[in-house]
């Protein structure tokens, strides 16, 4: 049971290529979550999904995009880097709306030059 | 959700509790205060919640106040893996509220 799962680990891009990060759970959960975390700060919510087919837009979505492909994994999509979007990205997961508890993956690492 | 505030920085000595406040007056009655930590840059950890009665697992102890204001963690015997930074947060996040909220946290060093 490895839980939440990113890939990959870090990329370096040059502004305006895009990516897609990757992130699967193996827990069976219904909600998943992109995070990203900029130096010294807290974690900001970028978009979720609360069930499969399903998702919607968190505090920063701008600039990014994303699919719930099924009901293991959810990917983000950054269709034109800039260097605005160097952080550290988290993918999270939870069982479904009434549960408290997001477990969270090892994080992405994204550097825009 | 509710404001928290937390102190930047906090030491406790190996082998001692650790006591980490955390203020949160505007929490409202469906509102969970709950607390995570994130040791050197990897995905944040759950460690515990409560409502209202105080709460305890292997990792902490949670105490909330009568009056829901304030809440502490309590780790009962730190140790240097412990050494990261402690999220309080509120939210409903049971009656559909998706969202945590991440403040900056408190930086918990350990000292041996």
């Known amino acids: 049971n490895a839980g939440v799962t990113q890939t990959p680990k870090f990329q370096v891009l040059k502004t305006g290529q895009s990516m897609t990060l990757q992130c699967a759970q193996d827990?069976?959960?219904?909600?998943m979550y992109w995070y990203r975390q900029d130096p010294g700060m807290g974690l900001r919510l970028i978009y979720y999904?609360?069930?499969?087919?399903?998702?919607d837009k968190g505090e920063v979505p701008n600039g990014y995009n994303v699919s719930r492909l099924n009901k293991r994994e959810f990917s983000l999509r950054l269709e034109s880097a800039a260097p605005s979007q160097t952080s550290v990205y988290f993918c999270?997961?939870?069982?479904?709306?009434?549960?408290?508890?997001?477990?969270f993956g090892p994080g992405t690492r994204l550097l825009v030059l | 959700d509710a404001k928290t505030t937390q102190p930047p920085s906090m030491d406790c000595a190996e082998g001692r509790a650790a006591n980490l406040p955390c203020n949160h007056s505007t929490i409202s009655g469906n509102e969970y205060v709950y607390w995570y930590r994130q040791i050197h840059s990897q995905g944040p950890q759950y460690i515990i919640h409560?409502?209202?009665n105080n709460e305890t697992n292997e990792m902490a102890s949670l105490i909330i106040t009568e009056d829901r204001k304030s809440s502490t963690l309590i780790l009962p015997h730190a140790t240097l893996r412990d050494t990261a930074v402690y999220y309080c947060?509120?939210?409903?996040?049971?009656?559909?509220?998706?969202?945590?909220?991440f403040g900056t946290g408190t930086r918990l060093t350990i000292i041996p």
């Open positions: 409560g409502l209202k």
């Open positions: 827990m069976n959960h219904n909600s």
């Open positions: 947060i509120v939210s409903d996040l049971n009656f559909g509220n998706e969202k945590l909220t």
């Open positions: 999270a997961s939870k069982r479904d709306r009434a549960q408290e508890t997001q477990y």
């Open positions: 999904s609360a069930s499969e087919g399903t998702t």
